[in-house]
């Protein structure tokens, strides 16, 4: 189970770290926090030495509610980001967190080499086209509506049936667009109540039947701090255990803000 990053082969059947690097001013968790270079370039130097894979720069929040950015702001915000991280690590394998086709476009013409898209396709009709003719790896994750409407279409007979179906069909569209190499993420806390995405996590091996690599991003969101009634800076012990569960049920990418934790969960589950 590989995918081909800029010529490198990366065998996805050991399972990997995908570290998170927000530039946004209102992510979540790490909102702001790295608002100048020194900061940013030490963030990556840490995830990187702690083990990390990927590096995963996201230039719009995708939280609930999130306020609308212009394309253009999207781009003007990711781009030097990117390539100051190439500058100083040029071997890094970059994904980008975007569901836009132009943004996606920009950012592997500037070095990145892997997609990450909350859409899967569904936000911009021209993403599946642009993957295809760019020929990178494409992360498509579950998620209805956008971040302003989704928490509003959390509605499902059976959700884990419902994500099969989804994803079969977003497969079936990739690969007739001519994507080749294919990730699927059921996409925690997006259009799914807290109940929804335990279930999710709960069924999480029957997503083993499309024979995709499986991406989980769990790391201190809501479904971890308000079921542990704390807050997203006391949920990293949480998205351990729940990290750990994951890989118990296949997971090969944990999408995380703190790899060295995320990669002591991967060495000791392979010890099972």
């Known amino acids: 189970m590989t995918i081909n990053c800029l ?7 050991i399972p990997k770290v995908m570290g998170i690097l927000n530039v946004t001013p209102n992510s979540f968790y790490d909102g702001g926090k790295y608002s100048n270079n020194k900061d940013l370039i030490s963030q ?11 590096i995963d720069i996201g230039a719009y929040s995708s939280k609930p509610n999130a306020d609308f950015v212009s394309e253009e702001e999207e781009i003007n915000r990711l781009i030097p980001v990117l390539k100051l991280v190439l500058q100083h690590f040029p071997k890094t394998l970059i994904s980008v967190d975007t569901f836009r086709a132009k943004t996606a476009k920009t950012a ?6 892997l997609i990450n898209d909350i859409s ?5 009709f021209e993403m599946m086209k642009t993957i295809a003719q760019l020929q990178v790896p494409y992360i498509m994750m579950h998620m209805k509506g956008n971040p302003q409407t989704m928490q509003s279409l959390a509605q499902y007979d059976n959700i884990s049936k419902e994500l099969l179906f989804y994803f079969s069909e977003k497969v079936v569209q990739a690969r007739n667009f001519g994507i080749n190499d294919l990730i699927i993420d059921p996409g925690f806390g997006f259009a799914k109540t807290l109940e929804q995405n335990f279930e999710v996590l709960n069924n999480l091996e029957l997503l083993q039947m499309l ?4 991406l989980v991003g ?21 998205t351990s255990v729940l990290n750990t569960i994951a890989l118990q049920k296949g997971a090969n990418i944990l999408r995380v803000h703190d790899v060295k934790e995320a990669m002591e969960c991967i060495k000791l589950v392979s010890q099972l």
Do not use: Q
């Open 7 to 13: 010529g490198n082969l990366i065998d996805l059947s």
């Open 211 to 214: 024979e995709l690599p499986i």
């Open 44 to 54: 990556v130097e840490k995830m990187l030495n702690e083990g990390a894979t990927f």
């Open 120 to 124: 899967a396709g569904s936000l911009d």
């Open 218 to 238: 769990f790391s201190r969101k809501s479904m971890i701090y308000k079921t542990l009634e704390t807050s997203a800076s006391s949920a990293l012990n949480g």
């Open 108 to 113: 592997i013409e500037n070095g990145a080499c």
